[in-house]
């Protein structure tokens, strides 16, 4: 029996690439990872997939097994770190799978389609997407809209804009009951709760939150990057009465010690908080 139709009435997350903006490997952060943005949600038999960044190469691996697949991948936006491991998902190479690729933050001519083939283009990557044997179909949309998902009863997936460089998507995917949000990369301004982030994250049983840094590094030297802080998200939990929090998007150069510090000032501030690292299973 395949995982999916093992897992047909759970609502499941599973945590391939927990980092921000460049892989970081290396024995300083094997307790959490070094992979960038990839996150598998199972919706009873229904696969999502948010983001592709490094590690969506292992979780392709593992859904090698699982075909035929027919899946949708939400990318929040098209920035590297968050598309790279596109070429190496390997079940892209194989003929029975579909796949649709959703992106809602191009606009001014562009297309999610143009985007991916201008990034696999010589000089920078050897070979264009027509490498691909999958069932390949690009959905531009606009952040804000609700996601036409086919084929899948019972899910619903809302977006919102966030405030990122080149504009980036929030998810929420409503099932049994249950809601998720993935709230990835987005830039907060003090004293003033985004008001689009609250709307999408109100009441959810759990949040996948962009905390790349502290409330600190962020005063002092990231302005304008398009990131958040964990305490910003503790703050934006509160107020959307969010049932858990998940500490998301770690910053390449926080070592797991310093994420191991920076977990017991979350769950102290929130209490049932979590910080995500590869591997995690998050049952709804």
């Known amino acids: 029996m395949s995982e999916a139709n093992a897992a047909r009435d759970g609502f499941l997350a599973r945590f391939w690439g927990v980092r921000g903006s460049i892989a970081a490997p290396g024995p300083a952060t094997t307790r959490y990872g070094g992979n960038t943005s990839s996150v598998e949600v199972r919706c009873g038999a229904r696969l999502l997939l948010l983001d592709a960044g490094t590690g969506v190469r292992c979780l392709g691996n593992r859904l090698l097994a699982e075909a035929p697949l027919d899946a949708d991948i939400l990318l929040t936006h098209t920035h590297f770190d968050h598309v790279c491991g596109l070429p190496f998902f390997k079940p892209f190479f194989q003929e029975r799978n579909r796949f649709r690729l959703w992106a809602g933050h191009l606009g001014g001519g562009l297309s999610l389609q143009r985007v991916v083939r201008e990034f696999m283009m010589a000089p920078l990557f050897p070979v264009p997407p027509e490498v691909f044997k999958a069932q390949i179909e690009y959905r531009d949309f606009r952040s804000g809209e609700v996601l036409p998902l086919e084929r899948a009863p019972g899910v619903t997936v809302r977006t919102a804009p966030l405030n990122h460089p080149n504009g980036a998507t929030g998810y929420r995917i409503e099932y049994a009951g249950k809601s998720l ?49 964990w305490q910003e998200a503790v703050r934006l939990c509160k107020a959307a009465r969010v049932k858990k929090l998940v500490v998301f998007h770690h910053d390449p150069d926080h070592d797991d010690d310093m994420l191991d510090a920076l977990g017991r000032e979350v769950a102290a501030a929130l209490p049932g908080a979590i910080l995500a690292k590869e591997g995690l299973e998050l049952k709804l």
Request: hydrophobic content about 30%.
């Open 181 to 229: 949000c993935y709230v990835t990369d987005t830039e907060h301004v003090p004293g003033q709760p985004d008001r689009s982030v609250l709307g999408l994250i109100e009441g959810a049983d759990a949040v996948v939150y962009d905390c790349m840094y502290t409330d600190e590094e962020y005063a002092r030297s990231y302005v304008g990057w398009g990131h958040s802080t």
